[in-house]
């Protein structure tokens, strides 16, 4: 788990749950914690540049 959502424009459930994690700082850092590591294993140029070399293989294998 790396965060919560809410429903779109509901501002009191974006409240409550902000709430709730104010309230409950070692699941907040846990959540943090598991969102940076996310983030550094599937956002950096490496990882980008395999995507998208995933992707131009796909179209010229299926433009054969």
């Known amino acids: 788990e790396?965060?919560?959502?809410?429903?779109?424009?509901?501002?009191?459930?974006l409240a409550l749950e902000m709430g709730r994690l104010l309230n409950q700082p070692?699941?907040?850092?846990?959540?943090?914690?598991?969102?940076?590591?996310?983030?550094?294993e599937n956002f950096t140029p490496?990882?980008?540049?395999?995507k998208l070399t995933a992707i131009y293989e796909e179209l010229y294998h299926h433009g054969k």
């Open 2 to 13: 790396r965060g919560v959502l809410v429903e779109p424009r509901n501002v009191d459930a």
């Open 26 to 40: 070692a699941q907040m850092k846990l959540l943090g914690r598991n969102a940076r590591i996310y983030v550094e």
């Open 46 to 50: 490496s990882a980008w540049l395999e």
